[in-house]
């Protein structure tokens, strides 16, 4: 599933290879498979008798082999039935069965035994989802039975199980159909089945439809028969062994080219065919085993949670995940596009073909995957330069990880919640780096290296290390501590890991490696040096302190000749010099000195990153009464970048990475008010607005355009207008963003409310809406009332443990400062049970967050202040 979350990575392709496949399944520590603890009480079944288990995971005792199903979806009265036949194995004598079934009704079941039909009894147990099959007589160990049942339920009113979707069409009519998702534990809310990825199995499935849909699935349909009542019933060639959560089908009127997407849109589905075949044969080549499925469909659905989604055969995608229009989407539009279908492509081999025995080792699957994204992309497209974003994926995992909330990767789960709560940034975008770390062990082949030990320093512990470097002479003291935003030292203490460190030197820029077991060691350099650099391309996992004197010469070589560094190790440095001054290793004052250089800086990894230090202290300020202050830093800012941003074209000229750049400094001038850009976009927007949307804006400038367009009530309608309008969907994000940090408010207000509707904006867009509002400064009052007013209808529809629910409750308040809000934060969360929430991993780090901003602030607003009083004309600029 992917989530709605360099120079080496060529050398890395060659070395990587299939075997890395089994290396990490070999070197990470497997699932023990071992079920959670009993519940306390004895389990009692919805007509009050006991339940026969009382655990969160399935007993082993039966498995099944092959599934029978058969679904008819109603698309008028939004409910579906159907019909199961399962073919199980029996492992231990047993007169019970015991599968998932999530609210629905199951009827009619009985058992196909050798010695003939006989019914069984259905207890029911909802809060573990379980169903027991009773039989009246010993099931016996090394026979195989079948058993049949009928069910039915409603058609999921939220983005899970068997659902419904709607489009609206250029004419205006409303179309429904209806489309799975059943990662992680939402296929036994479609049908009963044994919804553990362990229990892999075949399916034979049928689709009865009305003849105005078409349905499609995860395998090549066999034939279409006529059924009374003029109904329709399609036969599914049989899928290879898989997991429930890849089972996918849909009920739709769309079309395709081998992409299916609605009428409307099929013309924007090119470039996603291009890149699917193209990755595939990438694939194939790459893991030397041939792609096992007969074909690779990829479908758009209008409605859709996360990113996308790799159903084996089925991939299933967001309209922005897959859409491309070549005069409307943007450079990043393209790379983004590319990264979800590479990254669902690689899943069927790993994750669809290879899976983990449990959600525990989740990082596996997508760590894997997201890896696989770089490499792929690297080959297949190099014109996309995707290696200029992989750092900050590091970065973004590593903001979760310094919390004293977070997980290992692989780490223990039993109920749904804890389980979606896995797809986070730690499994997403820490894995990638752990998948590297199999790579730099090759390195150090001097040494006897156990591999399982070193993993599991980095499996099984949560959090990553900061390592400490001091030179001296020749020697470098090297020492280990955990990184952690807290003011409890006792949480850092008991972790060690096994660290490949990389360096280079002022005196060579060949990369050292060294091994970094224990806490503390000594390394020799064979000449002294003017600086060192470690952690190269910061292609390891963790964060590095230059103690005595080493930032000082750091920041000496980037004053005077940045570009000896690469532009990743210069974006390295700048986050880690910040995130230094969160624990108190570095004061403020020296990593604003290091960030003077950046007035010379022009590759997109280093200047995002500055931004991405510089622009959350003054977002603090923003929700505290302290304009002058906040301004001051606004405007240094702007300075710092002003020749980088005048030098940007109003076109849609260069490479990927600088269209990114472009976009990213213009959308940046014209939010701060930088005169020359609002001027020109002010003339681009009227000039828009006059053609009544018929002139076509560069790509790369509209989202800075709209940014000044919305300031005013007709431009906003007027926007409005052209995104209810537009079926282009890139183009339509870009307009919602623009409109939802309109200053606004009562356009803000509305959007939210519209959205959780789902009229005239998508609920699915709705997290996005809100969290923008909330770092609007005219709207982060407006998100958090949101928040707290609508918190159970958004549970219910984005589903407890969610990224989408974690992603909105940091959005909403990962920028407080002040203990009042703290308070307000806690008071509200603190109000909740375990079933809306309370028990959630996001509101310990909501709460975290919040304390270390107030932290930060109360030991760096007057440092900032007489830094900023005294250094705002050093700004160096030089002449365009």
């Given at each position: 599933?992917?989530?709605?979350?360099?120079?080496?990575?060529?050398?890395?392709?060659?070395?990587?290879?299939?075997?890395?496949?089994?290396?990490?399944?070999?070197?990470?520590?497997?699932?023990?498979?071992?079920?959670?603890?009993?519940?306390?009480?004895?389990?009692?079944?919805?007509?009050?008798?006991?339940?026969?288990?009382?655990?969160?995971?399935?007993?082993?005792?039966?498995?099944?082999?092959?599934?029978?199903?058969?679904?008819?979806?109603?698309?008028?009265?939004?409910?579906?039935?159907?019909?199961?036949?399962?073919?199980?194995?029996?492992?231990?004598?047993?007169?019970?069965?015991?599968?998932?079934?999530?609210?629905?009704?199951?009827?009619?079941?009985?058992?196909?035994?050798?010695?003939?039909?006989?019914?069984?009894?259905?207890?029911?147990?909802?809060?573990?989802?379980?169903?027991?099959?009773?039989?009246?007589?010993?099931?016996?160990?090394?026979?195989?039975?079948?058993?049949?049942?009928?069910?039915?339920?409603?058609?999921?009113?939220?983005?899970?199980?068997?659902?419904?979707?709607?489009?609206?069409?250029?004419?205006?009519?409303?179309?429904?159909?209806?489309?799975?998702?059943?990662?992680?534990?939402?296929?036994?809310?479609?049908?009963?089945?044994?919804?553990?990825?362990?229990?892999?199995?075949?399916?034979?499935?049928?689709?009865?439809?009305?003849?105005?849909?078409?349905?499609?699935?995860?395998?090549?349909?066999?034939?279409?028969?006529?059924?009374?009542?003029?109904?329709?019933?399609?036969?599914?060639?049989?899928?290879?062994?898989?997991?429930?959560?890849?089972?996918?089908?849909?009920?739709?009127?769309?079309?395709?080219?081998?992409?299916?997407?609605?009428?409307?849109?099929?013309?924007?589905?090119?470039?996603?065919?291009?890149?699917?075949?193209?990755?595939?044969?990438?694939?194939?080549?790459?893991?030397?085993?041939?792609?096992?499925?007969?074909?690779?469909?990829?479908?758009?659905?209008?409605?859709?949670?996360?990113?996308?989604?790799?159903?084996?055969?089925?991939?299933?995608?967001?309209?922005?995940?897959?859409?491309?229009?070549?005069?409307?989407?943007?450079?990043?539009?393209?790379?983004?596009?590319?990264?979800?279908?590479?990254?669902?492509?690689?899943?069927?081999?790993?994750?669809?073909?290879?899976?983990?025995?449990?959600?525990?080792?989740?990082?596996?699957?997508?760590?894997?995957?997201?890896?696989?994204?770089?490499?792929?992309?690297?080959?297949?497209?190099?014109?996309?330069?995707?290696?200029?974003?992989?750092?900050?994926?590091?970065?973004?995992?590593?903001?979760?990880?310094?919390?004293?909330?977070?997980?290992?990767?692989?780490?223990?789960?039993?109920?749904?919640?804890?389980?979606?709560?896995?797809?986070?940034?730690?499994?997403?975008?820490?894995?990638?780096?752990?998948?590297?770390?199999?790579?730099?062990?090759?390195?150090?082949?001097?040494?006897?290296?156990?591999?399982?030990?070193?993993?599991?320093?980095?499996?099984?512990?949560?959090?990553?290390?900061?390592?400490?470097?001091?030179?001296?002479?020749?020697?470098?003291?090297?020492?280990?501590?955990?990184?952690?935003?807290?003011?409890?030292?006792?949480?850092?203490?008991?972790?060690?890991?096994?660290?490949?460190?990389?360096?280079?030197?002022?005196?060579?820029?060949?990369?050292?490696?060294?091994?970094?077991?224990?806490?503390?060691?000594?390394?020799?350099?064979?000449?002294?040096?003017?600086?060192?650099?470690?952690?190269?391309?910061?292609?390891?996992?963790?964060?590095?302190?230059?103690?005595?004197?080493?930032?000082?010469?750091?920041?000496?070589?980037?004053?005077?000749?940045?570009?000896?560094?690469?532009?990743?190790?210069?974006?390295?440095?700048?986050?880690?010099?910040?995130?230094?001054?969160?624990?108190?290793?570095?004061?403020?004052?020296?990593?604003?000195?290091?960030?003077?250089?950046?007035?010379?800086?022009?590759?997109?990894?280093?200047?995002?990153?500055?931004?991405?230090e510089l622009v959350p202290l003054y977002k603090l300020m923003e929700k505290r009464d302290m304009a002058a202050l906040e301004n001051q830093m606004k405007g240094f800012i702007v300075d710092l970048f002003r020749d980088l941003i005048d030098r940007q074209e109003w076109t849609d000229s260069g490479s990927v990475s600088q269209r990114v750049l472009r976009s990213y400094l213009l959308t940046f001038a014209c939010v701060r008010n930088y005169s020359p850009c609002v001027t020109k976009a002010q003339q681009l927007f009227k000039k828009w607005k006059d053609s009544d949307g018929s002139l076509s804006l560069p790509v790369d400038v509209t989202t800075a355009v709209f940014m000044v367009g919305v300031r005013t009530p007709e431009g906003w309608d007027f926007m409005f207008e052209k995104y209810h309008q537009s079926l282009q969907m890139s183009f339509r994000s870009r307009l919602k963003s623009a409109m939802a940090f309109s200053p606004l408010q009562d356009k803000l207000q509305w959007m939210m409310e519209q959205s959780l509707h789902g009229q005239v904006m998508k609920t699915q867009d709705l997290p996005d809406v809100v969290v923008v509002i909330a770092r609007n400064p005219h709207g982060y009052k407006l998100a958090w009332d949101f928040l707290r007013s609508n918190w159970h209808t958004m549970?219910?529809?984005?589903?407890?443990?969610?990224?989408?629910?974690?992603?909105?409750?940091?959005?909403?308040?990962?920028?407080?400062?002040?203990?009042?809000?703290?308070?307000?934060?806690?008071?509200?969360?603190?109000?909740?049970?375990?079933?809306?929430?309370?028990?959630?991993?996001?509101?310990?780090?909501?709460?975290?967050?919040?304390?270390?901003?107030?932290?930060?602030?109360?030991?760096?607003?007057?440092?900032?202040?007489?830094?900023?009083?005294?250094?705002?004309?050093?700004?160096?600029?030089?002449?365009?």
């Amino acid at each position: 599933m992917f989530l709605h979350f360099h120079s080496t990575a060529e050398r890395m392709s060659t070395m990587l290879a299939a075997p890395l496949l089994l290396l990490l399944l070999v070197s990470c520590h497997p699932s023990s498979g071992a079920p959670n603890q009993s519940s306390k009480e004895v389990p009692i079944s919805t007509n009050g008798q006991p339940f026969p288990w009382d655990l969160m995971r399935l007993p082993r005792s039966v498995s099944p082999l092959h599934y029978d199903l058969t679904i008819h979806p109603n698309l008028t009265s939004l409910t579906f039935t159907g019909v199961v036949r399962i073919q199980l194995e029996v492992h231990e004598h047993t007169r019970t069965v015991i599968l998932h079934a999530k609210q629905m009704e199951v009827s009619n079941v009985i058992i196909l035994a050798p010695e003939g039909v006989r019914p069984l009894q259905v207890l029911e147990y909802p809060r573990f989802h379980q169903i027991a099959l009773v039989s009246d007589s010993w099931l016996i160990k090394g026979r195989k039975y079948e058993v049949q049942m009928e069910f039915a339920a409603n058609l999921s009113d939220s983005y899970h199980g068997f659902y419904k979707s709607s489009y609206r069409t250029s004419s205006g009519e409303i179309r429904l159909m209806a489309s799975t998702q059943f990662e992680a534990t939402f296929a036994r809310g479609a049908f009963p089945c044994f919804d553990e990825p362990a229990f892999k199995a075949n399916f034979t499935i049928q689709i009865i439809r009305e003849p105005r849909h078409i349905a499609i699935s995860n395998m090549p349909k066999l034939k279409t028969v006529d059924l009374p009542g003029g109904l329709l019933e399609d036969y599914f060639d049989t899928t290879v062994k898989m997991s429930t959560y890849l089972v996918a089908y849909i009920v739709s009127d769309f079309v395709s080219i081998s992409i299916y997407a609605v009428p409307d849109k099929i013309d924007q589905t090119t470039f996603a065919l291009d890149a699917a075949v193209k990755l595939l044969d990438f694939y194939d080549d790459y893991f030397d085993i041939p792609y096992p499925l007969p074909k690779q469909d990829l479908a758009a659905i209008p409605d859709f949670q996360s990113g996308a989604m790799e159903n084996w055969g089925l991939t299933t995608y967001r309209e922005t995940g897959l859409l491309f229009d070549p005069k409307r989407s943007s450079a990043s539009d393209k790379m983004g596009i590319a990264k979800v279908i590479a990254h669902e492509l690689a899943h069927q081999w790993f994750g669809n073909l290879v899976t983990m025995e449990w959600w525990n080792d989740l990082w596996l699957n997508e760590g894997f995957a997201k890896f696989m994204e770089y490499i792929s992309l690297d080959i297949t497209y190099p014109e996309l330069q995707v290696d200029d974003f992989f750092l900050g994926k590091c970065f973004e995992a590593m903001e979760v990880d310094s919390l004293s909330s977070s997980h290992p990767v692989s780490t223990p789960v039993e109920n749904p919640t804890q389980i979606q709560e896995m797809f986070d940034d730690v499994s997403y975008d820490k894995g990638p780096h752990l998948v590297q770390y199999d790579l730099k062990w090759k390195w150090f082949s001097g040494d006897e290296l156990d591999v399982r030990a070193i993993m599991d320093t980095w499996t099984l512990q949560e959090g990553f290390p900061l390592v400490t470097v001091e030179v001296r002479g020749r020697e470098v003291r090297l020492s280990q501590e955990r990184y952690l935003k807290t003011d409890d030292p006792s949480l850092t203490e008991g972790f060690l890991w096994q660290i490949p460190l990389t360096y280079i030197t002022s005196a060579s820029n060949t990369v050292h490696r060294f091994l970094l077991k224990t806490r503390t060691d000594v390394l020799y350099l064979p000449e002294e040096v003017d600086w060192v650099k470690f952690n190269v391309d910061m292609c390891g996992y963790y964060m590095v302190h230059y103690a005595g004197d080493g930032w000082n010469s750091i920041i000496k070589l980037l004053h005077h000749n940045h570009t000896a560094l690469s532009s990743n190790d210069r974006a390295s440095l700048i986050h880690n010099i910040f995130q230094l001054v969160s624990v108190g290793k570095v004061r403020l004052d020296t990593a604003l000195e290091l960030s003077l250089y950046l007035s010379k800086e022009t590759e997109v990894m280093p200047v995002t990153q500055g931004f991405g230090e510089l622009v959350p202290l003054y977002k603090l300020m923003e929700k505290r009464d302290m304009a002058a202050l906040e301004n001051q830093m606004k405007g240094f800012i702007v300075d710092l970048f002003r020749d980088l941003i005048d030098r940007q074209e109003w076109t849609d000229s260069g490479s990927v990475s600088q269209r990114v750049l472009r976009s990213y400094l213009l959308t940046f001038a014209c939010v701060r008010n930088y005169s020359p850009c609002v001027t020109k976009a002010q003339q681009l927007f009227k000039k828009w607005k006059d053609s009544d949307g018929s002139l076509s804006l560069p790509v790369d400038v509209t989202t800075a355009v709209f940014m000044v367009g919305v300031r005013t009530p007709e431009g906003w309608d007027f926007m409005f207008e052209k995104y209810h309008q537009s079926l282009q969907m890139s183009f339509r994000s870009r307009l919602k963003s623009a409109m939802a940090f309109s200053p606004l408010q009562d356009k803000l207000q509305w959007m939210m409310e519209q959205s959780l509707h789902g009229q005239v904006m998508k609920t699915q867009d709705l997290p996005d809406v809100v969290v923008v509002i909330a770092r609007n400064p005219h709207g982060y009052k407006l998100a958090w009332d949101f928040l707290r007013s609508n918190w159970h209808t958004m549970i219910k529809k984005f589903d407890l443990g969610s990224n989408t629910i974690s992603y909105l409750v940091n959005g909403v308040t990962n920028q407080y400062s002040t203990r009042e809000m703290l308070s307000e934060v806690k008071s509200f969360f603190g109000s909740l049970t375990e079933e809306t929430g309370s028990e959630m991993r996001c509101i310990q780090q909501a709460y975290e967050t919040i304390e270390d901003n107030i932290r930060w602030t109360d030991s760096n607003l007057p440092l900032l202040q007489n830094w900023l009083n005294k250094h705002m004309g050093r700004v160096v600029h030089e002449d365009l």
